[in-house]
Structures are given as structure tokens and as C-alpha cells.
């Protein structure tokens, strides 16, 4: 097992991090996949393992080898694969644990293991049964132990934020010499301030012993919704690793957001001075690929990654973003891994945002044809949580917005097949009368159902983007499917609902051929600049 590159020796032999870089430690396969509702299996974790380094995360916690067989076949796995991110194994300060671990890493590039001892008075009293002695004593027998078996070891002091000072600078003094390359002071709780984690990591690293040879790191929890402010401020305070997840998923209310804190050391890097080597295109599509793989979508208002992240339906602010992106974003969707910021049309939009979108669908209304518009999507967005742009299509050509057509669904089947092919069969009626049934495979339903609707239309539709949620809650939900797709020059968008998905996405394929079908020749869309 290699030492991991970032770690710099001095010509003392001393051994610290690079100063104006912050590794960041991801713990999503371990901390996160502890959580209810985030357990994973094997090919997943791998999946999302491979996700972490193409996104650049420096250390990656593949899981606790002690914990099953599976979670030692699965660290073991992600060992073998991986060729630039180190991996770590997690143990407790116990010999069978450190054993296990080192052995789950024996075929990987860039290995490390992490032991971990309550360090609190609540903790040594009610969890552990120890004295400070008998804790300072088997921590440094577990660094040792670990020492022989791999270059790279961290410790981490769990409930570090409320232990002594004194004694957690004791005990990390001690496991410095016992050969700790890292010393992780964790939140376990989420209970400190901001204010009180600068203080103790100030503390620390002006009392433990050769702390100018230790990477400090902040692992922090989010139980009064502070944990990326607590780990920003550890950042402030000297600490060069920061333990985080993806969607900031974790033990109760979860972890710090790894998104999160990279965007705020990116965006406010004159104020930090630090960076990381985080790829943060990756950071919207690493996050789907967790809602994607774990079925847990994260929340509209989710900082960076969430639906609303880069998202505008307020009248004020859609003529504020179509005149300076800056009056409102403070950072592009295009630096996250998202497309283009959304206007999205609803009740609170106003004349100028519709304009922007009218002309972006081919349609340039003069003032008074505009004001008619705009009448009728008032009257339709007091209606609908959002105007898409079949509705808004509609209305420019003088149709109503709630009629289907002229294509509609009469009939759908669908069935897959072993090896992950599907068949789907649609029937299918025009409004001048005719009946058009087809049928097609596809690789799973919903891309036969799109060829079978392909067919039945004879339309030529290049799918560039299709997302998924659900609008409705309960085992009858609704869900709601959006498709993008191209057709001759052009991108069109669709979507439709139904409590089975595969029909909503019939759906949202069948607005996208009535849009065509509907479309008058041949305004050509205006350019308008890309927010």
C-alpha cells in the first residue's frame, strides 16, 4: 500500500498538508450508508465509488470491514479498483477491527486506515467504562498496531467537540508518536457553534505535540443545521481535511455537504484562501447518481445540487437575472454540472420572463398580441404550480392549453424481458380520425414506449435529457416526467403525469409530437442570451 501523494515530507522528516489546499475525505459509502434509507449493496457502492474519483475526492471511506462480510467484500472491491483516490477502511481501537481493515486494503494504490475512540466524559463513562489512562492507552496501541499495516493512519477523537481540551490534546499528542499522519476532531453530535470549533481547533494545534507534522480534519454533523458553518470554520481555524457526503447524507440529520463546502471555498476563495481539487462540473451528476442509486431524491431548496438551486419564478427577479445574472446567482449552474439557470413560468412571473421564453419556443408577439398572451397565462398559472411549454405553446397559437392533441394515448402495454429488455406496445388516435397502433424493444420500458410512440407518429426524436420525479406522496404517488429531445434543429420539451411512470413518460413523448405537429412554419427562434 503506496503513501498517498498529498502528504508532504520536509526535509525534517516532518510530515504536513499542503497549505493552500483542503483534501476533502469523503465518508458516503460509510457515514452516509449508515443512515435509514441509504443502505447499498456491493455494485452500488462501487458504482458510486468510482463516481467520487472522477469527481476528485482525495480520500474516499469505502466502509467498516468489521462490520460483515459484505462491507469487507465491498471495501475490498473498491480497493482493487481504484487508482488515484485513497481508500480507507474504518476501525475501532481494537486489534480484530485494525486487522480486518488492513487486510480489506491490502491490493489498493493508496490506502489508509481510520481508528476512532470516544474521547468525552460522557462517553468514557457511560459507553466505554474507561479512565482517561485506559483511553489514551488504547488509542496509541491501535495507531501503533495500524501503523505496522499501512503508511497512512488517522485517529479520530469521536464527541471530540465535547471533550476536554486538555485531554484531547493529550491524547492526540500521544497518537502522533504512535505514528498518526491525521488527527480528525469530530462533531459527532452537532452541537458546537461556529465560534467554538475555531477555538478548539486553535487550541489544538498550539498544544498537541508536532501538530506541524498532522493533518488536522473536521467531520461535523448536522443536528442544529450547522455542519458545513462548522466545518467552513475548522477550514478558517487550520484544518486542512474536511469529512463530508454527498447530499450531506448521514446519521440523523446527516453530514456536512461535500457540494456545499466545496462551492463556499470555491465562490468565496479571496475569504478562505484555500481550495480543493474537487472537478465541481461533477457535482450535480454525482448527486443524481446518489437520488438514482439510493431512490432518496434531496429537497427542491437543496443548496447547489437542489431542483431550485438555479432556479427563478419571481417576476422581480426573472427581469433582474435576464438583466445581469449577478443581481441574483452568485455562481453558474454550469460550474455545478447543471445546464442553464431556469425562468420558471408560474404565477409570480411576469411579462418580461415570458417575452424570453415565447421567443426562445419561435413566437415574437408585438406588444398588444403580448398583453392577450399574457392575459391567458396569468388565468392558466393561477391554475398550475408551473406553465410548461406545451401550455405556453398553446396559448401563443391561439389554442386552449388544457386540450390533449391531436395525437392521445388509447392504449399502452409494456412487459420486460430477462436481460433488461423491454417491449412496449401503444395504440394511438389523431384528431382526424385515424388509429395508429406500433409496437418496439427498447433497452427497459420507457425507451420502448418512446420508439414504439417514434413509430407511431413517424417522428424522428434524439432524446437529449429525461428526469424523473414524483409530485404526490403515498403508494398511489404521482410522478411526473420530463423529456427533452431534439427534432431536425431544435430542442423540444414535454412532460406528463401519472401515477405509472411509463405511461407519464408516453405522456410527455406524445406533448412533445403534438408541439411539433402543432407549430406553425417557420418563425425562426430569436437568440437570446444564455443565462
Known amino acids: 500500500m503506496n503513501p498517498d501523494s498529498d502528504v508532504t515530507a520536509t526535509t525534517s522528516g516532518s510530515i504536513r498538508a499542503a497549505d493552500d489546499r483542503v ?17 447499498m449493496d ?53 486489534s480484530g477491527d485494525i486487522d480486518s481493515a488492513a487486510r480489506a486494503l491490502e491490493q489498493a494504490r493508496h490506502a489508509r486506515i481510520h481508528v476512532f475512540l470516544s474521547t468525552s466524559p460522557l462517553h468514557r463513562e457511560h459507553k466505554l467504562g474507561m479512565s482517561k489512562a485506559q483511553v489514551v492507552d488504547a488509542a496509541v496501541a491501535a495507531v501503533e498496531q495500524a501503523r505496522t499495516r499501512c503508511h497512512e493512519v488517522e485517529f479520530s ?27 480528525n476532531a469530530p462533531d459527532t453530535v452537532g452541537y458546537t457553534t461556529p465560534a467554538e470549533i475555531v477555538e478548539l481547533f486553535t ?52 453530514n456536512a455537504a461535500l457540494e456545499e463546502i466545496v462551492m463556499a471555498l470555491k465562490v468565496r476563495a479571496p475569504h478562505f484562501g484555500v481550495g480543493t481539487r474537487i472537478d465541481t462540473r461533477r457535482l450535480y451528476p454525482t448527486s443524481r447518481l446518489l437520488t438514482q442509486l439510493t431512490g432518496q431524491a434531496v429537497p427542491r431548496n437543496k443548496a447547489i445540487v437542489g431542483d431550485n438551486a438555479f432556479a427563478h419564478e419571481s417576476g422581480i427577479h426573472q427581469h433582474g437575472m435576464l438583466k445581469h445574472r449577478g443581481t441574483y446567482e452568485i455562481m453558474r449552474p454550469q460550474d455545478v454540472g447543471i445546464a442553464e439557470t431556469r425562468l420558471v413560468l408560474g404565477k409570480h412571473s411576469g411579462r418580461a420572463a415570458l417575452r424570453q421564453r415565447l421567443e426562445t419556443l419561435g413566437h415574437t408577439p408585438d406588444d398588444g398580441a403580448l398583453d392577450a398572451i399574457f392575459a391567458r397565462f396569468k388565468t392558466l398559472a393561477d391554475k398550475k404550480r408551473e406553465v410548461h411549454d406545451e401550455d405556453l405553446e398553446a396559448i401563443a397559437l391561439g389554442l386552449d392549453p388544457d386540450a390533449a392533441g391531436p395525437w392521445r394515448l ?19 388516435r389523431h384528431d382526424d380520425g385515424r388509429e395508429v397502433g406500433e409496437a418496439a424493444i427498447g433497452d427497459g420500458p420507457v425507451d420502448a414506449v418512446l ?37 431536425a434543429t431544435r430542442e423540444w420539451r414535454g412532460h406528463g403525469v401519472s401515477t405509472d411512470i411509463v405511461e407519464a413518460t408516453a405522456l410527455a413523448a406524445l406533448a412533445i409530437v403534438n408541439r411539433i405537429e402543432r407549430q406553425t412554419p417557420a418563425t425562426p427562434p430569436v437568440a437570446v442570451a444564455n443565462l
Not at 483534501?23 to 443502505?39: K, Y
Not at 498544544?207 to 461535523?220: E, G, L, T
Not at 442544529?224 to 446519521?251: F, K
Not at 388509447?410 to 429488455?421: A, P
Open 23 to 39: 483534501r476533502i475525505f469523503d465518508t458516503t459509502l460509510r457515514d452516509g450508508e449508515q443512515a435509514p434509507g441509504f443502505s
Open 42 to 94: 456491493r455494485r452500488t457502492k462501487l458504482r458510486i465509488a468510482q463516481a467520487l474519483e472522477a469527481l476528485g475526492v482525495d480520500v474516499l471511506e469505502a466502509g467498516f470491514p468489521q462490520a460483515s462480510p459484505d462491507d469487507f467484500a465491498a471495501v475490498a472491491e473498491i480497493a482493487r479498483t481504484l487508482k488515484t483516490t485513497t481508500v480507507c477502511a474504518l476501525a475501532r481501537c481494537q
Open 451 to 487: 420508439r414504439a410512440i417514434e413509430r407511431a407518429t413517424g417522428s424522428d426524436l434524439q432524446l437529449t435529457d429525461f428526469q424523473v420525479r414524483a409530485v404526490s406522496e403515498g403508494g398511489d404517488a404521482q410522478g411526473q416526467a420530463q423529456l427533452t429531445a431534439r427534432h
Open 203 to 254: 487550541y489544538l494545534r498550539r498544544h498537541v505535540r508536532d501538530a506541524d507534522k498532522v493533518i488536522f480534519s473536521s467531520h461535523c454533523h448536522d443536528d442544529l443545521g450547522m455542519a458545513v458553518a462548522n466545518s467552513l470554520a475548522a477550514v478558517s481555524a487550520g484544518a486542512r481535511q474536511v469529512e463530508c457526503t454527498i447530499n450531506g447524507i448521514g446519521e440523523r440529520a446527516g
Open 410 to 428: 388509447v392504449q399502452l402495454n409494456t412487459s420486460t424481458h430477462l436481460g433488461g429488455s423491454a417491449s412496449a406496445s401503444v395504440k394511438l
Open 157 to 183: 477523537a469521536e464527541d471530540a467537540l465535547r471533550t476536554e481540551p486538555e485531554f484531547l490534546a493529550e491524547v492526540f499528542s500521544a497518537v502522533v508518536a504512535a505514528g498518526a499522519t491525521t488527527l
